[in-house]
């Protein structure tokens, strides 16, 4: 079966084609970055506007690169949610179009599945069930994974996902969006152990970074001053441990809990390198087999959701014309 995936949730207009929900034949990106970097985080109305620009071209190149045209796709398959509801309208409304016009079967898919899903694309992908660990800008959640679309959740964020974390510290410091790729980068130059900053909800399975944000607001506020560029690496490098601590320890917990030695980090705060040299070494440690998809699968893409888009086809799912984008869709509440 070959799946044209659809993505534009956020500021990413993508277009993919997956073969047998395991072949990436081609992984089309149009990235907005450049756009609200001035801003220091996404403008919806502006990547709204962005996706109607992109979304033609982006989906008649990924067509291009796979070798195919669009009468030889057997499915489509569209996030649906969660998202910033403009923006997903456009890629849904795409996918809806060219369904009716060329009598192709149209599936919605939950952004955050296809996030988990992104790791059947690579050459040893993981059994079920496994612990996955979604980490983003938007989204902390740790479930426990049986089969597609059958999820427990077992601990979420409380306030700031991570990756808003490192965004609105990178905002707070002036160095630069987004904030998760600027921080990674500085912290390889500095001490991980020159801050002490919290480790919030030691106790809970739940997460909570608002805690370790306004830790570096009251640092800032106390000595008055910008930290210097030689102070800068150390700031960074101990903010971005404590976040890391965090979400390695209660993800291997609530692996140990369930019994499961399964663990599949996914989002794209998992292109993070220190969360991915510490879950490897920790996980390792704690005989834990820690799977990570590729960086280019970490990050917004289409792939991903094509995957996810084939099973439920496969199943005989299938979207209505009237078939609405949602802004929250929550994993283990998926039926609607």
């Known amino acids: 079966?070959?799946?044209?995936?659809?993505?534009?949730?956020?500021?990413?207009?993508?277009?993919?084609?997956?073969?047998?929900?395991?072949?990436?034949?081609?992984?089309?990106?149009?990235?907005?970055?450049?756009?609200?970097?001035?801003?220091?985080?996404?403008?919806p109305e502006i990547a709204s506007r962005k996706h109607m620009e992109a979304i033609v071209p982006v989906i008649l190149q990924a067509l291009d690169d796979a070798g195919v045209k669009l009468d030889d796709i057997d499915g489509i398959a569209v996030t649906r949610g969660p998202g910033l509801v403009g923006s997903l309208l456009v890629g849904l409304s795409m996918a809806k179009?060219?369904?009716?016009?060329r009598g192709i079967p149209f599936v919605g898919v939950n952004h955050l599945e296809g996030h988990v899903a992104a790791i059947f694309l690579t050459d040893r992908p993981p059994v079920f069930p496994f612990i996955a660990l979604v980490v983003s800008g938007g989204h902390t959640n740790v479930y426990l994974v049986r089969d597609f679309q059958?999820?427990?959740?077992?601990?979420q964020t409380r306030d700031d996902a991570a990756g808003e974390a490192?965004?609105?510290?990178?905002?707070?410091?002036?160095?630069?969006?987004?904030?998760?790729?600027?921080?990674?980068?500085?912290?390889?130059?500095?001490?991980?152990?020159?801050?002490?900053?919290p480790?919030?909800?030691?106790d809970s399975p739940d997460f909570s970074f608002s805690g370790v944000k306004t830790s570096?607001?009251?640092?800032?506020?106390?000595?008055?001053r910008p930290f210097t560029e030689e102070e800068m690496p150390h700031v960074v490098a101990s903010y971005q441990e404590a976040i890391v601590d965090v979400l390695v320890e209660k993800t291997l917990s609530a692996a140990q809990k369930a019994d499961v030695s399964r663990v599949v980090v996914c989002g794209g705060v998992a292109a993070n390198s220190?969360?991915?040299?510490?879950?490897?070494?920790?996980?390792?440690?704690?005989?834990?087999?820690?799977?990570?998809?590729p960086m280019v699968l970490c990050t917004d893409n289409a792939a991903m959701i094509a995957v996810v888009g084939e099973h439920l086809l496969k199943k005989g799912q299938r979207g209505s014309l009237d078939l609405n984008a949602v802004s929250r869709w929550p994993l283990d509440k998926m039926s609607g």
Do not use: W
């Open 216 to 224: 570096l607001l009251t640092i800032l506020k106390k000595q008055g």
């Open 274 to 293: 220190r969360l991915r040299e510490k879950f490897f070494d920790e996980g390792g440690q704690r005989c834990f087999d820690v799977f990570f998809p």
């Open 1 to 43: 079966m070959l799946v044209l995936g659809i993505e534009s949730s956020c500021d990413e207009t993508a277009a993919a084609v997956v073969k047998d929900g395991a072949e990436l034949l081609s992984n089309v990106i149009a990235s907005q970055i450049h756009v609200h970097s001035k801003y220091g985080g996404i403008v």
């Open 166 to 197: 490192f965004d609105k510290a990178a905002k707070l410091l002036n160095i630069g969006y987004p904030g998760g790729v600027v921080i990674d980068r500085m912290a390889k130059r500095g001490d991980t152990r020159r801050i002490a900053f």
């Open 150 to 155: 059958d999820f427990t959740i077992l601990g």
């Open 199 to 202: 480790r919030a909800m030691k």
């Open 97 to 101: 179009a060219l369904a009716f016009a």
